[in-house]
């Protein structure tokens, strides 16, 4: 199955951006449905944006208009461009896959998950 690292994260002002990048490595990268989840001490994994394996898009409401999901097949990596970055963005970023995943932004819809990448936003 495959296997996923995340990478971009950091610390920036509110008002800034990052790129987040989950590379996928292991299996054929196409056949999963993959997305991007988020998480602060105490509370539960939320979903951020997801992408199907026909490159449909689904964003959680705090995404939209800021984030944005892209896939690059010929690298094998998925991106999470953030925008206008806000001090309640922070959180560790977890980029996660499945075969199908239903649910797009429900983390019970995904199997696979990689380690996580912390990003933090000062005000």
């Known amino acids: 199955q495959a296997q996923l690292e995340e990478s971009g994260g950091g610390s920036v002002q509110a008002g800034g951006s990052l790129r987040l990048s989950c590379s996928v490595s292991?299996?054929?990268?196409?056949?999963?449905?993959m997305a991007w989840f988020r998480q602060t001490p105490g509370k539960e994994r939320e979903a951020v944006a997801s992408i199907s394996t026909s490159d449909s898009p689904t964003y959680a409401e705090s995404a939209k208009g800021r984030f944005t999901i892209a896939k690059d097949n010929t690298k094998n990596t998925l991106y999470l461009h953030m925008n206008n970055l806000r001090p309640e963005d922070t959180a560790m970023y977890y980029c996660?896959?499945?075969?199908?995943?239903?649910?797009?932004?429900?983390?019970?819809?995904?199997?696979?998950w990689g380690r996580g990448t912390q990003v933090t936003v000062s005000s």
């Open positions: 292991g299996d054929t990268y196409s056949r999963y449905d």
């Open positions: 996660a896959a499945s075969p199908w995943a239903g649910q797009m932004l429900a983390a019970s819809s995904y199997t696979i």
